[in-house]
């Protein structure tokens, strides 16, 4: 079976602050998405990086695939209370028939 | 927004009674999929399926069952629900063209 660890599962910090969330697995996914979802909706998709290695930035969230396809981070810069919500990195699996493999999520709490 | 509709939105029932979860879909997306979301694990894929009558289980799939009788629709039925069954449950599409998951607003179910 294959598994994603995310962490932390819980941050909360000041406005301004940077924060990283670290996805990890031992098994190499054909690529992996990161997703935010606010309370009382359903996951909204961020980015999908494909390539080992790659960085993604998306103004100031930038995403990054590890070299062996492992592993992923989304480092927030400057966080602002909009950016609350949980994050959860999913892994598209190479023999799975494409199905998602989510990690646990990290809810995120930026105070004024 | 990929069209993505899910009935009811809230429900709550008792432990034995059966509970059908509709999710359907206006764009004629062949793939459909019914998770789970519970604190610390994420979204689990429950069942999916890849065109009318074509459905599989996923890594959470006892005590549900699936059917897809038409393109635009994916029920999901507890047949005896039971408390452990207590959670949110997601349905999502994949745009081929994008090989993206999208994801329905979610129904909030509560066994008693």
């Known amino acids: 079976t294959q598994l994603l660890e995310q962490s932390p599962q819980f941050l909360s910090i000041q406005e301004g602050e940077n924060l990283t969330v670290y996805c990890n697995s031992s098994s190499v996914f054909s690529s992996l998405q990161w997703y935010r979802q606010e309370p009382g909706e359903g996951p909204v998709l961020l980015v999908t990086?494909?390539?080992?290695?790659e960085v993604k930035k998306l103004k100031r969230l930038t995403f990054q695939f590890g070299d062996a396809r492992k592993d992923s981070s989304l480092h927030i810069t400057a966080a602002q209370p909009g950016d609350t919500g949980l994050y959860l990195c999913?892994?598209?699996?190479?023999?799975?028939?494409?199905?998602?493999?989510f990690g646990q999520g990290t809810e995120l709490s930026v105070k004024p | 927004d990929a069209g993505i509709t899910q009935s009811p939105r809230h429900k709550v029932t008792e432990t034995g009674t059966p509970v059908t979860l509709r999710c359907h879909q206006t764009?004629?997306?062949?793939?459909m999929y019914w998770y789970r979301q519970d604190p610390g694990h994420g979204l689990r894929l429950i069942h999916y399926?890849?065109?009318?009558?074509?459905?599989d289980k996923g890594e959470v799939s006892d005590g549900y069952s699936v059917s897809r009788s038409k393109t635009e629709d994916f029920l999901l039925t507890l047949e005896s629900a039971t408390s452990s069954q207590t959670s949110v449950y997601f349905c999502?599409?994949?745009?081929?063209?994008?090989?993206?998951?999208?994801f329905g607003p979610g129904t909030r179910l509560t066994v008693l």
């Open positions: 999502a599409i994949t745009r081929e063209v994008t090989d993206t998951q999208y």
């Open positions: 990086v494909v390539t080992g290695g």
């Open positions: 999913a892994g598209v699996s190479y023999n799975q028939g494409g199905k998602l493999i």
């Open positions: 399926s890849y065109g009318v009558k074509d459905t």
């Open positions: 764009e004629n997306h062949r793939y």
